[in-house]
């Protein structure tokens, strides 16, 4: 693959994923931004037009005050509806910087009350928090905010406005569009640049190792077989040496290589481990009466190992069950 087929195979990956979700998914939220802010831009009085107008559509129509009946409470951004049976209060939180919380549905839900309205909406450009939804679905209130608001006022705001609010829209999804473009561009150009040393670098990694001089795999396989080969063994103590009873633990681990050492050279057991430091794994191939007086006298010979357990693996094809013993208990 050379580096021009990366480079482009970048470019075109950005500009295919990029332009679509911004024209068909950035588009509309920048519609629905400049919506709002034209919204927001209006008058209380032309709000209300709007807001009935759309409210006419759901089968709400202003409700008529009886005689001596107050108006609903507020700063006059309150419209009084009726469905046929049912009053309907709706309540508009005018400008987007409003965050609605539960305190607002509260007091709607107290003016509805004095209204005797059953249902509310509660409007606004800017946000409601998750304390006012919650509020809301236990006052039967609807909120209505943000993009949704402007989803529902869109039919009826005046022809001008939806060409602004569209050409504000297209404006900014261009530029991002632009913005895409000039990455993938750039993307492209990186993947040109150092596609060479990016197809050269994999290319040596699928290179057959038939084409590699012996020696020099045996080399480069000697520090990888390292560490699988067992660590160089201790010289065995001398049976006259002394053992300590508290030894530290340098000396510990001296005196479990050599239980190592000495329990893997007796007939009947293969290998010889520590899984931790108080558990000695044994495989064996002979059995345990036979083996297990040739473990203790090993481990028997380190007061400081002499009650660690003893891990006796079943010996191979033997349905055998893994046995764990002690020499001594204290």
Same mark, same amino acid.
């Given at each position: 693959?050379?580096?021009?087929?990366?480079?482009?195979?970048?470019?075109?990956?950005?500009?295919?994923?990029?332009?679509?979700?911004?024209?068909?998914?950035?588009?509309?939220?920048?519609?629905?931004?400049?919506?709002?802010?034209?919204?927001?831009?209006?008058?209380?009085?032309?709000?209300?037009?709007?807001?009935?107008?759309?409210?006419?559509?759901?089968?709400?129509?202003?409700?008529?005050?009886?005689?001596?009946?107050?108006?609903?409470?507020?700063?006059?951004?309150?419209?009084?509806?009726?469905?046929?049976?049912?009053?309907?209060?709706?309540?508009?939180?005018?400008?987007?910087?409003?965050?609605?919380?539960?305190?607002?549905?509260?007091?709607?839900?107290?003016?509805?009350?004095?209204?005797?309205?059953?249902?509310?909406?509660?409007?606004?450009?800017?946000?409601?928090?998750?304390?006012?939804?919650?509020?809301?679905?236990?006052?039967?209130?609807?909120?209505?905010?943000?993009?949704? $608001?402007? @989803? %529902?006022?869109? #039919?009826?705001?005046?022809? &001008?406005?939806?060409?602004?609010?569209? /050409? +504000? *829209?297209? =404006?900014?999804?261009?530029?991002?569009?632009?913005?895409?473009?000039?990455?993938?561009?750039?993307?492209?150009?990186?993947?040109?640049?150092?596609?060479?040393?990016?197809?050269?670098? $994999?290319? @040596? %990694?699928?290179? #057959?190792?038939?084409?590699? &001089?012996?020696?020099?795999?045996?080399? /480069? +396989? *000697?520090? =990888?077989?390292?560490?699988?080969?067992?660590?160089?063994?201790?010289?065995?103590?001398?049976?006259?040496?002394?053992?300590?009873?508290?030894?530290?633990?340098?000396?510990?681990?001296?005196?479990?290589?050599?239980?190592?050492?000495?329990?893997?050279?007796?007939?009947?057991?293969?290998?010889?481990?520590?899984?931790?430091?108080?558990?000695?794994?044994?495989?064996?191939?002979?059995?345990?009466?036979?083996?297990?007086?040739?473990?203790?006298?090993?481990?028997?010979?380190?007061?400081?190992?002499?009650?660690?357990?003893?891990?006796?693996?079943?010996?191979?094809?033997?349905?055998?069950?893994?046995?764990?013993?002690?020499?001594?208990?204290?």
């Amino acid at each position: 693959m050379s580096a021009w087929i990366l480079g482009g195979s970048l470019a075109l990956l950005t500009a295919a994923v990029g332009l679509p979700y911004v024209w068909f998914v950035r588009r509309g939220t920048h519609r629905a931004t400049a919506g709002l802010r034209a919204i927001a831009a209006l008058r209380w009085r032309e709000l209300s037009t709007l807001v009935g107008q759309a409210m006419q559509q759901r089968g709400l129509r202003h409700a008529g005050r009886g005689h001596g009946e107050a108006a609903p409470p507020g700063d006059g951004s309150r419209l009084l509806m009726t469905d046929g049976s049912q009053r309907w209060l709706l309540a508009c939180k005018h400008g987007s910087a409003y965050r609605l919380g539960s305190h607002h549905v509260t007091e709607l839900a107290a003016e509805m009350e004095l209204a005797e309205a059953r249902h509310g909406i509660l409007l606004t450009e800017g946000r409601a928090r998750a304390g006012a939804l919650a509020a809301a679905a236990r006052h039967d209130i609807e909120v209505i905010d943000g993009r949704r $608001l402007w @989803t %529902l006022l869109r #039919p009826y705001v005046g022809p &001008e406005t939806r060409t602004q609010v569209e /050409a +504000a *829209a297209e =404006a900014r999804s261009r530029t991002e569009a632009f913005c895409v473009a000039g990455l993938a561009l750039a993307l492209g150009a990186l993947g040109v640049v150092s596609g060479d040393a990016l197809v050269d670098g $994999l290319a @040596t %990694l699928r290179a #057959p190792r038939g084409n590699v &001089e012996p020696q020099a795999l045996a080399a /480069a +396989a *000697a520090p =990888a077989a390292s560490p699988a080969v067992a660590p160089r063994e201790p010289e065995r103590l001398p049976e006259d040496a002394g053992i300590e009873d508290f030894p530290d633990e340098a000396t510990l681990q001296h005196y479990r290589n050599e239980v190592v050492r000495g329990v893997s050279l007796q007939p009947g057991i293969g290998r010889v481990f520590w899984l931790t430091h108080n558990t000695l794994v044994v495989d064996r191939t002979g059995t345990i009466e036979a083996i297990w007086p040739l473990v203790c006298a090993e481990l028997e010979r380190y007061p400081a190992l002499r009650t660690v357990r003893v891990q006796l693996n079943p010996r191979p094809g033997r349905e055998e069950r893994v046995r764990w013993r002690q020499c001594r208990v204290q």
